[in-house]
């Protein structure tokens, strides 16, 4: 019976330490990601998400034509490169940061209002064998009032 | 086989399976985990599996109470104190929906407030979120430093809103990342209701073709599907299954508007290093519509201040 008495010792230790990564993910998200939003204002919300290489995630929003944005795109160092695309609802591509030397942020105005799909993607370091590495990913925006 | 092994064996797998579904739920927030789809597909067609492939993590983002403020601001609208849910209302609020919910709304008028530059109704409003916020247990959300910092600077709005972005911060990150998706949506639309019910309330019916604020509001329908898939995502808790039938309701009159856009077009500006997207919309929102979209918005918003 001694089985039953770790499961909960072991069920403890998995939650603390899934919620201690999360913890990280928003002292990363702070120290890092929203210095890079200035001198835009940062919106207030919070995206981030522990990330495997290769994985991608989705973010839908609405931008407004009064505002202009910055889009902060942060991976912790020990993640290879994160790309990210700006996708509009035609599925278009707007904007890939690999074409602008993996930057981490984007600066946008808009005639009119948009929802738009951002895609953000860790690439890979191709060394089969190794574990894949992971690591926390920020989306943060800024605005400001259109001049 | 030995008995006591076959039921140790069945405890472990029992264990492991309850352990992965507890590690993979913790996706949370606005986030929602999909499951890998494996599609065999040919692998010169890219586009095709763009468009099978499933997003880890998808995230839905409502604008911000600051952000929502400041579109009502740049409308040019004017401020109304009258039209802020009234600090003395707090001592309602007990359930996890209703502080939830009320926080995401007195952030919306703390922001109003703020952009507004009312010295007092700032204190009175960072005061109310921090109720709502130490009511939901959100720990270190709103601090007594905070309120401090708030006072010295009251006449600085750049540090005012750099205050009320970092606290909403602090809630919404606290909620994500202690597994409380449901309490960060309802706050999220919270937020976003109180600056729909805002921007309706101050529009000048004499002054309705080509108003700015009319032209924001309508926007908003660009969102409606947004809020529907975020609260979607935390489907099966009843307070926010309520929400949905509410939001749905609203959806229905925002469908009654038309939004066409052409082609987006990206032009880079060297001299700002800034993308303008171009593109030209054409909208339809007669004055009838408009009235039933205030009254709808104003009926569920008051269901969440009562």
């Known amino acids: ?147 | 086989m030995n008995k006591k092994y076959g039921v140790t064996s069945g405890i472990l797998i029992l264990f492991l399976f309850f352990a992965s579904l507890l590690v993979g739920c913790r996706s949370g927030g606005t986030k929602a985990t999909k499951e890998d789809v494996k599609i065999d597909v040919p692998k010169d067609n890219s586009a095709v599996y763009e468009d099978i492939k499933k997003a880890e993590k998808i995230f839905n983002a409502l604008p911000s109470p600051l952000e929502s403020a400041m579109l009502i601001k740049s409308a040019g609208a004017r401020f109304d104190e009258t039209l802020l849910n009234p600090v003395g209302n707090v001592n309602n609020y007990v359930t996890n929906k209703s502080m939830a919910l009320n926080l995401g709304i007195y952030t919306c008028d703390l922001s109003f407030a703020s952009l507004y530059e009312q010295t007092q109704l700032i204190i009175d409003y960072m005061n109310a979120a921090k109720k709502m916020a130490d009511g939901l247990g959100i720990l270190k959300a709103i601090e007594q430093s905070t309120i401090d910092k708030l006072e010295e600077n009251i006449n600085n709005s750049e540090i005012i809103m750099e205050i009320v972005s970092e606290t909403f911060m602090n809630s919404n990150s606290y909620l994500e990342d202690n597994g409380q998706p449901a309490v960060a949506a309802m706050v999220l639309v919270g937020g976003w209701f109180e600056g729909l019910y805002i921007s309706t309330q101050l529009v000048d019916m004499n002054d309705f073709n080509g108003n700015k604020l009319v032209g924001r509001i309508i926007d908003q329908k660009l969102s409606i599907d947004i809020l529907i898939n975020l609260l979607e995502s935390s489907k099966g808790n009843p307070a926010v299954d309520e929400i949905i039938v509410q939001v749905k309701k609203l959806k229905i009159v925002f469908d009654k508007i038309k939004i066409t856009t052409s082609p987006v077009r990206p032009e880079f500006d060297t001299k700002s290093n800034t993308t303008m997207l171009k593109s030209e919309v054409k909208t339809d929102m007669t004055p009838a519509v408009f009235k039933e979209l205030s009254a709808v918005v104003a009926e569920i918003r008051s269901t969440f201040v009562k």
């Not at chain 1, 001198?39 to 973010?59: C, K, M, Q, R, S």
């Not at chain 1, 290879?80 to 074409?99: M, R």
């Open chain 1, 1 to 147: 019976m001694r089985i039953l008495r770790i499961i909960p010792i072991l069920v403890l230790f998995l939650l603390g330490t899934t919620i201690n990564a999360d913890a990280q993910c928003k002292a990363f998200a702070k120290k890092v990601c929203l210095p890079e939003l200035v001198p835009y204002t940062h919106d207030g919300n919070y995206h981030a998400a522990i990330l495997v290489e290769g994985e991608e995630a989705e973010l839908y929003k609405t931008f407004y034509s009064d505002m202009e944005y910055r889009v902060a795109i942060c991976g912790e160092e020990k993640l290879p490169n994160i790309e990210f695309k700006v996708i509009d609802s035609n599925k278009n591509v707007l904007y890939s940061n690999k074409d602008a030397n993996y930057a981490k942020s984007w600066d946008f105005k808009l005639q009119s209002s948009q929802q738009l799909k951002l895609v953000v993607k860790v690439s890979s370091f191709n060394q089969p064998g190794d574990t894949p590495a992971s690591g926390c990913v920020a989306i943060m925006f800024g605005f400001k009032l259109k001049k």
